[in-house]
Protein backbone atom coordinates (compact mmCIF):
# COMPACT_ATOMS: atom_id res chain seq x y z
CA UNK A 1 0.00 0.00 0.00
CA UNK A 2 1.33 3.50 -0.87
CA UNK A 3 1.62 6.11 2.00
CA UNK A 4 0.09 9.33 0.40
CA UNK A 5 0.53 12.08 2.26
CA UNK A 6 -0.91 16.12 1.98
CA UNK A 7 0.62 18.18 -0.58
CA UNK A 8 1.09 20.86 2.85
CA UNK A 9 3.05 18.17 4.76
CA UNK A 10 6.44 18.39 3.12
CA UNK A 11 6.37 22.41 3.99
CA UNK A 12 5.06 21.89 7.70
CA UNK A 13 7.53 19.16 8.06
CA UNK A 14 10.15 21.89 6.85
CA UNK A 15 8.60 24.63 9.01
CA UNK A 16 8.98 22.41 12.35
CA UNK A 17 12.52 21.36 11.62
CA UNK A 18 13.84 25.17 10.71
CA UNK A 19 11.54 26.15 14.34
CA UNK A 20 13.74 23.41 16.20
CA UNK A 21 16.87 25.16 14.53
CA UNK A 22 16.09 28.36 15.17
CA UNK A 23 15.67 26.91 19.22
CA UNK A 24 18.52 24.77 18.69
CA UNK A 25 20.96 27.57 17.53
CA UNK A 26 19.51 30.27 19.66
CA UNK A 27 20.22 27.85 22.59
CA UNK A 28 23.53 26.89 22.10
CA UNK A 29 24.12 31.17 21.97
CA UNK A 30 24.09 31.70 18.10
CA UNK A 31 20.63 33.13 17.03
CA UNK A 32 21.90 34.10 13.54
CA UNK A 33 22.53 30.82 12.23
CA UNK A 34 19.09 29.77 13.96
CA UNK A 35 17.68 32.55 11.78
CA UNK A 36 19.51 31.60 8.50
CA UNK A 37 18.87 27.71 9.02
CA UNK A 38 14.87 28.66 9.75
CA UNK A 39 15.10 30.76 6.31
CA UNK A 40 16.65 28.34 3.91
CA UNK A 41 14.41 25.51 5.11
CA UNK A 42 11.03 27.67 5.25
CA UNK A 43 12.01 28.42 1.99
CA UNK A 44 12.51 25.33 0.64
CA UNK A 45 9.14 24.51 2.30
CA UNK A 46 6.68 27.24 1.01
CA UNK A 47 9.07 26.23 -3.18
CA UNK A 48 7.52 22.77 -2.28
CA UNK A 49 3.64 24.23 -2.17
CA UNK A 50 4.90 26.88 -5.46
CA UNK A 51 5.79 24.60 -7.90
CA UNK A 52 3.40 21.58 -7.13
CA UNK A 53 2.49 20.72 -10.53
CA UNK A 54 6.27 19.40 -10.63
CA UNK A 55 6.27 15.77 -10.88
CA UNK A 56 9.54 15.59 -9.08
CA UNK A 57 8.00 18.07 -6.50
CA UNK A 58 4.58 15.90 -6.04
CA UNK A 59 6.69 12.62 -5.59
CA UNK A 60 8.85 14.37 -3.15
CA UNK A 61 5.97 16.08 -1.05
CA UNK A 62 3.95 12.22 -0.65
CA UNK A 63 0.51 13.53 -2.79
CA UNK A 64 1.44 11.91 -6.27
CA UNK A 65 2.84 8.96 -4.74
CA UNK A 66 2.15 5.46 -6.89
CA UNK A 67 4.51 2.15 -6.81
CA UNK A 68 6.89 3.99 -9.29
CA UNK A 69 7.59 6.92 -6.69
CA UNK A 70 7.63 4.59 -3.58
CA UNK A 71 10.14 2.34 -5.33
CA UNK A 72 12.41 5.75 -6.45
CA UNK A 73 11.86 6.89 -2.51
CA UNK A 74 13.23 3.29 -1.50
CA UNK A 75 16.11 3.23 -3.75
CA UNK A 76 16.97 6.72 -2.86
CA UNK A 77 16.89 6.19 0.92
CA UNK A 78 19.05 2.73 0.44
CA UNK A 79 21.46 5.34 -1.55
CA UNK A 80 21.53 7.82 1.15
CA UNK A 81 21.67 5.11 3.87
CA UNK A 82 24.79 3.75 2.43
CA UNK A 83 26.36 6.48 1.75
CA UNK A 84 25.71 7.88 5.57
CA UNK A 85 26.67 4.54 6.88
CA UNK A 86 30.05 4.78 4.95
CA UNK A 87 30.47 8.36 6.47
CA UNK A 88 29.86 6.99 9.98
CA UNK A 89 32.45 4.30 9.70
CA UNK A 90 35.15 6.44 7.85
CA UNK A 91 34.67 9.21 10.42
CA UNK A 92 35.26 6.76 13.65
CA UNK A 93 38.29 5.62 12.15
CA UNK A 94 39.41 9.13 11.37
CA UNK A 95 38.84 9.21 14.79
CA UNK A 96 40.79 6.10 15.95
CA UNK A 97 43.85 6.95 14.09
CA UNK A 98 43.93 10.38 15.72
CA UNK A 99 43.83 8.97 18.99
CA UNK A 100 40.38 9.18 19.88
CA UNK A 101 37.88 6.67 20.64
CA UNK A 102 35.75 7.33 17.69
CA UNK A 103 32.23 8.34 19.96
CA UNK A 104 29.92 9.35 18.68
CA UNK A 105 30.41 7.94 15.32
CA UNK A 106 30.87 4.35 16.99
CA UNK A 107 27.62 4.77 18.82
CA UNK A 108 26.06 5.25 15.66
CA UNK A 109 27.53 3.00 13.82
CA UNK A 110 26.38 0.19 16.93
CA UNK A 111 23.19 1.50 16.53
CA UNK A 112 22.62 1.46 12.77
CA UNK A 113 23.87 -2.33 12.81
CA UNK A 114 21.84 -3.03 15.82
CA UNK A 115 18.84 -1.76 13.84
CA UNK A 116 19.51 -3.17 10.67
CA UNK A 117 19.80 -6.96 12.43
CA UNK A 118 16.54 -6.65 14.13
CA UNK A 119 14.73 -5.04 11.02
CA UNK A 120 15.93 -7.65 9.06
CA UNK A 121 14.41 -10.44 10.84
CA UNK A 122 11.29 -8.37 11.49
CA UNK A 123 10.78 -8.01 7.98
CA UNK A 124 11.71 -11.83 7.52
CA UNK A 125 9.37 -13.01 10.09
CA UNK A 126 6.70 -10.76 8.52
CA UNK A 127 6.68 -12.65 5.08
Known amino acids: M ?3 YPKWWL ?7 GAGCLVSFWVGGDPTSGVI ?10 ATLVAGRSE ?4 LRGDGRDEYWAAVDRDATLIAGLVLI ?3 IAM ?3 EWA ?3 DGTP ?10 TYLVALAAIRLRR
Open 2 to 4: VRR
Open 11 to 17: AATSFVL
Open 37 to 46: SFAVLAVLGL
Open 56 to 59: LVRG
Open 86 to 88: LLV
Open 92 to 94: AMW
Open 98 to 100: HGR
Open 105 to 114: YSQLGAVTGL
